[in-house]
């Protein structure tokens, strides 16, 4: 029996405690293609893989495009402003005609949520969400506990504090509900407006001010306001928000001694994180990036079903 076996990735808390550690396992095992001479093996030859955002993205698209090509898959990539939706075509017909085309997996990320979930009932490719509305970023939860656990060794039993506009993101509630699933204390912070009434039920405890949520905290993850997502004023202005909830040394200094700082990006220096910390050893936001490649790998190789 597989432990992994489903179809489609559309978030964490649809994946069960082994399952989670079955995709770390497998990027692991990935991420030594990426230190490689030549970066490639031939594990989805064949295979197609089209990549659909609806959102700008840097870190995601490009790092699920290295990805498959790493595994030797052909890769298309469309955005919505060149796609035929600027004419009025639905989600669902751009989606069942690029079925039609028959690729092995779609990669989306979309405003709405839910919107990976509705393709997946439609079409027979291989849905993977790339991050849809305020609702999950799974592979962004996934990369964030492979670092954790190369810095940490383990998750179960950490004291996880992410700090910022926990409201609007997709993120946050992906690694909150990764991070408790693997037994992990997770405390969020930040203005009483950008957090969800629902923050008890999903796991996590909120504290206020900031220093508590930082005291004693293993990890620290820091979250940008997405100000791209805000219909109304929910602080006074983004120089009080660096002053009253920024992360810098001397916040840090609160957490324990070996603390790790991650960030998901893009970061927006000189807001959520001082520029002093940007070179600190125990900052690992370029190491979550490089293990986005790997956890992207895993993700593909098993979603297509591959047995090599």
Not at 92 to 103: E, I, S
Not at 135 to 157: R, Y
Not at 271 to 288: G, N, R
Request: with cysteine; proline share 5%.
């Amino acid at each position: 029996m597989r432990i992994f076996s489903k179809h489609h990735l559309l978030g964490i808390e649809e994946l069960s405690q082994k399952e989670i550690e079955f995709i770390l396992h497998t990027a692991e095992a990935m991420k030594e293609i990426s230190f490689r001479d030549i970066k490639k093996v031939p594990t989805l030859r064949g295979k197609t893989i089209i990549t659909f955002f609806y959102e700008p993205s840097t870190r995601t698209r490009t790092s699920f495009e290295i990805a498959a090509k790493r595994l030797s898959a052909d890769t298309i990539n469309i955005s919505a402003s060149t796609s035929s939706l600027v004419k009025g075509e639905s989600l669902l017909d751009t989606a069942k005609n690029l079925q039609a085309m028959q690729p092995d997996v779609l990669i989306i990320r979309h405003p709405q949520a839910g919107a990976p979930h509705f393709l997946a009932k439609h079409i027979d490719a291989a849905v993977i969400n790339a991050g849809d509305g305020m609702h999950e970023h799974p592979t962004q939860a996934l990369l964030d506990a492979m670092s954790i656990i190369e810095k940490k060794g383990k998750i179960k039993g950490l004291n996880i504090a992410i700090i910022g506009d926990i409201a609007h993101s997709r993120v946050a509630r992906s690694d909150i509900l990764l991070f408790t699933k693997l037994g992990a204390k997770v405390t969020v912070s930040g203005p009483l407006t950008l957090i969800p009434p629902y923050i008890e039920a999903t796991g996590a405890n909120y504290c206020f001010p900031i220093e508590s949520a930082l005291e004693n905290a293993d990890v620290v993850i820091a979250l940008r306001v997405q100000q791209e997502r805000l219909k109304q004023t929910y602080f006074p202005d983004i120089r009080e928000y660096a002053i009253r909830f920024g992360l810098n040394k001397k916040r840090l200094s609160l957490t324990k001694k070996d603390a790790i700082v991650m960030h998901p990006g893009p970061v927006n220096w000189g807001v959520e994180l001082d520029p002093e910390i940007m070179d600190m050893p125990q900052t690992i936001i370029l190491d979550q990036v490089t293990n986005g490649v790997a956890v992207r790998m895993a993700i593909l190789y098993l979603v297509t079903g591959e047995k090599h």
